[in-house]
């Protein structure tokens, strides 16, 4: 059994990880790394820092120990100089060489060199300057076959549109653009050359909308390629392009209105209660700053209506927990918006930051020391609700969020405000799906109508269908039994009342047609 006590300082570990891989790995063509007894005093320090950041940020105490701290230790073992000096390409390289100059396998090597890329990521924090830097997304997949004009003034239009673009969703955005903006030019180009917007037809648009449905593509998607061209062909226009007009006013396909999806309250009930269960059963450290960021992220979805990239976009500075608020900024369509928070979201936030550990930036929510990556957050809802048999998403929540304001008499422009829609009729979407409101209306004025006739209750047996011999008085009673049932639809309901009106009035007249 081994006894040998566990290091507890970084220096120490480091030291123990270092003899262990020379004796067992130690390259004869290469330098070794020296143990921090010869170090900088500022550099042993550090590495204690690096140590505390990484844990502090999520990362596993094995991970660390393994992975993170040897590298950082090769680093500037072989590199003795005071780490401000250090070149954060040239010399942390060394560490990745020596790595190499082992003949390790190819998986360990590629995560040494993710390792190393932590450190220096690390090491550009220390220093204040987090570089930020555009990525370089490559459309060649999209613009081939297109004309080279066409490619340059999509370019331009990219350039232009961009500037309102979340810089965290920077590369879906743009691989976004151009798959969606090239959809209709890449059918036309291949159809017949296009060397200017002229060239294209009204006919040549009716072709691809009839190519798209034969292909059984939705109505929602065709009518999203035609915005999608028609506002590239305006932004020509104000390039002095000449486009013709009829192009412009092309009209959509007719479009289902679907209704949005939300949770029931029994289903939200079970989503809380895994949160709150994976947080008090966390076996680690590790585990449990994960759990507190998801429930925080599910609160704030669920009672702030927030969006996903709104989430993952919000900053420190925009908290204001003491007065149970935050602030959305630039959120959809470039709009700021203050948001509230109930005491369970504020105090569910207050626990994730007391654990949050330090970034390489002020976003709320880190994950390893870092913003979240895309898709983080909308995994680990959709695994919450797998656990516990719920269909859930992030967008769902937040639909939930509108119909239980809804149902709970908050005023629809004041839900308005909330959800940040632009337009009051995104938001009464809501009231078309459940109004609860709506349907106590219903529900009282139905016990008037009854009151007023004077007709007896009934009981289940007669919600059947009356025969075809029955007398009016019956059809009217079970008429008014099928307009009871709770779920009925709205079609089926006006058609029961049309019913109604019908009997009604031939009962009414009925005696006057009566022959003495």
Request: proline share 5%.
């Amino acid at each position: 059994m081994n006894t040998t006590p566990e290091p507890e300082t970084a220096a120490a570990r480091y030291d123990a990880a270092l003899r262990h891989a020379q004796a067992r790995h130690r390259p004869l063509d290469y330098p070794a790394p020296a143990p921090t007894l010869h170090w900088p005093a500022e550099n042993v320090a550090l590495l204690e820092r690096y140590r505390e950041w990484l844990l502090s940020g999520g990362s596993s105490r094995n991970t660390t120990a393994q992975l993170y701290l040897p590298m950082a230790g090769h680093a500037l073992g072989l590199n003795l100089k005071p780490h401000p000096q250090l070149d954060l390409e040239t010399d942390l390289q060394r560490a990745l060489d020596y790595i190499r100059a082992k003949h390790l396998s190819t998986e360990w090597t590629n995560m040494c060199r993710v390792g190393l890329e932590k450190f220096r990521i690390f090491l550009r924090q220390e220093r204040g300057c987090v570089a930020v830097t555009l990525p370089d997304v490559e459309h060649a997949y999209y613009s081939a076959g297109l004309p080279a004009w066409l490619i340059q003034q999509l370019e331009r239009y990219q350039h232009v549109l961009q500037r309102n673009w979340r810089p965290a969703r920077l590369p879906e955005s743009i691989h976004r653009f151009w798959s969606q903006h090239t959809r209709i030019w890449r059918w036309l180009c291949a159809q017949h050359p296009c060397d200017a917007p002229a060239d294209v037809q009204r006919q040549d648009i009716f072709a691809y909308i009839d190519q798209r449905l034969t292909a059984r593509y939705a109505a929602s998607g065709i009518n999203q390629d035609l915005r999608y061209f028609q506002a590239f062909l305006r932004f020509l226009q104000e390039q002095d392009f000449a486009v013709p007009q009829a192009l412009l006013r092309l009209r959509g396909l007719k479009e289902a209105q679907r209704l949005p999806r939300f949770l029931t309250d029994a289903q939200v009930h079970r989503l809380r209660d895994d949160f709150e269960r994976q947080v008090a059963q966390a076996a680690n450290a590790a585990q449990r700053r994960d759990a507190l960021l998801d429930r925080a992220a599910f609160y704030l979805l669920w009672h702030g209506g927030l969006r996903l990239g709104e989430v993952e976009e919000l900053r420190l500075e925009d908290l204001d927990l003491p007065g149970r608020r935050l602030t959305v900024r630039r959120g959809k369509g470039l709009r700021d918006r203050t948001v509230y928070l109930t005491t369970t979201a504020a105090r569910a936030l207050q626990a994730y930051l007391d654990v949050r550990g330090l970034g390489s930036a002020d976003h709320v929510f880190l994950h390893r020391n870092a913003p979240l990556y895309k898709d983080l957050v909308r995994d680990r809802i959709k695994t919450a609700g797998e656990r516990v048999g719920v269909k859930v998403s992030p967008h769902r929540l937040r639909h939930t969020f509108a119909t239980q304001l809804l149902n709970a008499g908050c005023k629809i422009t004041t839900i308005q405000q909330l959800l940040g829609h632009q337009r009051i009729n995104s938001t009464l979407i809501y009231a078309r799906v459940h109004d609860r409101t709506v349907a106590e209306d219903y529900y009282t004025a139905m016990e008037i109508v009854e009151q007023r006739l004077c007709l007896p209750a009934l009981d289940a047996t007669e919600l059947a269908p009356a025969p075809a011999e029955v007398t009016s008085d019956k059809n009217v009673n079970v008429l008014l039994a099928q307009l009871r049932a709770p779920h009925l639809e709205l079609e089926a309901r006006l058609a029961l009342v049309a019913q109604l009106h019908t009997l009604l009035h031939a009962a009414i007249l009925e005696p006057a047609m009566v022959v003495e």
